[in-house]
């Protein structure tokens, strides 16, 4: 996560949970020459074009008083979508049962990428279903990135 999502990420959160809303995670990229910041926002059932809208004008007002980025940007406020990642540990409890992609900092037993069914979290480890009846453990502290996998 970048400083500045670091940094707002607590700001946001209180915001999102107003309007009945999870905050999952915030992304500031470059994309096509344009510096974006992207809310990414969920709730059960599906977030709605409303959602995003009811979020990014509680947010926008909130950034100008804070001015958090030195230079123009393009605030974007979005679904996770499909392959929603997963970020806090409740997460890993949350979506136990589904297929999921782990990407890691460094190789766990030759690899750095691993996908199957999660079994939730135990002591900071993701219990992974890889092949039938085959579990690993994957420490947190090594995972880069996690999500929501298609089948």
Do not use: W
């Not at 999870?22 to 409303?50: A, Y």
């Not at 959602?51 to 974007?76: G, K, T």
Request: hydrophobic share 40%.
């Amino acid at each position: 996560m970048s400083k500045i999502a670091e940094k707002l990420f607590p700001i946001a959160a209180p915001f999102a949970e107003t309007l009945g809303l999870e905050l999952v995670d915030i992304e500031f990229v470059k994309e096509g020459g344009q510096l974006v910041l992207r809310f990414l926002i969920d709730k059960e059932g599906g977030v709605t074009l409303d959602d995003c809208e009811a979020f990014s004008r509680i947010m926008d007002p909130e950034l100008d008083r804070l001015d958090p980025i030195n230079s123009s940007y393009l605030l974007q406020v979005s679904s996770p979508g499909i392959e929603r990642p997963l970020k806090k540990p409740e997460d890993y409890e949350r979506f136990r049962g589904k297929l999921i992609q782990v990407k890691l900092f460094k190789a766990l037993d030759g690899q750095k990428s691993y996908k199957g069914l999660l079994h939730g979290l135990d002591d900071q480890q993701i219990l992974l279903e890889i092949k039938t009846n085959n579990i690993i453990r994957i420490p947190l502290e090594l995972v880069a990135k996690a999500n929501l996998a298609m089948d």
